[in-house]
């Protein structure tokens, strides 16, 4: 199984900071990678997926970007909306897995 | 808009079989292109993928479940299920459905609201 390892695990920032999530694969993975936000008792939405490539609807401020085994997630500016928990998901073999996760709460 | 709409039993005795239902709607389930997926969440724990099913029959499923788990899809109904058997407390969980999609890297771009089951006597 590929291994997914995010960094930080926890992360407290302020609103209009910039924020940026790590995500580690054991193994290389192309740029099958995918980014999910997920809010308290809600199901995850997907916020990037290829990568790089931001989901239809999704604010501009969200950002992905790496290759192979290094990839991150960039909130340009947070929002009060953007507190939540993401997830960084691989899509290059079976069985397919997620992140850790990483929590941002309100600084 | 595509909604997935899961359903089923909330309380499961251990050692029995959880059966849960993905209804569709917004599009016919045999459209190519997609895979439907099963993925867990302990309270408070990380997202665990369960398995999936394509548009063609196939099945996927995590090795670490697979010996228990079958996916099956009722055309007639445009739905999916999940079979987990001999169920432990281990695996109480919310349990979402959600579509994969090729145009999308396969990446899971709708989900169900997820339902809750419990395994407890």
């Known amino acids: 199984d590929i291994q997914l390892t995010q960094s930080p695990s926890f992360l407290s920032a302020s609103v209009g900071d910039r924020v940026t999530i790590t995500c580690r694969a054991s193994?290389?993975?192309?740029?099958?990678l995918a980014w999910y936000q997920q809010k308290p008792g809600k199901a995850p939405k997907l916020l990037i997926y290829?990568?790089?490539t931001l989901q239809s609807g999704v604010p501009s401020r969200f950002s992905g970007s790496g290759s192979g085994t290094e990839f991150t997630l960039t909130i340009s500016s947070l929002q009060p909306e953007d507190f939540a928990t993401y997830y960084c998901?691989?899509?290059?073999?079976?069985?397919?897995?997620f992140g850790g996760g990483t929590k941002v709460e309100i600084k | 808009q595509l909604q997935l709409q899961e359903s089923g039993s909330g309380l499961v005795k251990p050692s029995q079989t959880l059966s849960l239902t993905c209804a569709v709607s917004g599009d016919s389930i045999s459209s190519g292109g997609y895979s439907w997926n099963w993925i867990r969440q302990p309270p408070g724990k990380g997202l665990e993928w369960i398995g999936c099913m394509y548009q063609g029959g196939s099945t996927y499923y995590n090795p670490s479940l697979k010996s228990r788990v079958t996916i099956s899809v009722d055309r007639s109904k445009n739905q999916f299920s999940l079979k987990l058997s001999s169920v432990t407390a281990a695996d109480t969980a919310v349990y979402y459905c959600?579509?994969?999609?090729?145009?999308?890297?396969?990446?899971?771009?709708?989900w169900g609201q997820g339902t809750m089951v419990t395994v407890s006597s």
């Open positions: 193994q290389g993975i192309s740029s099958y």
């Open positions: 959600a579509r994969s999609s090729v145009s999308a890297l396969d990446a899971f771009d709708f």
């Open positions: 290829a990568a790089s």
């Open positions: 998901q691989q899509l290059n073999s079976y069985p397919r897995t």
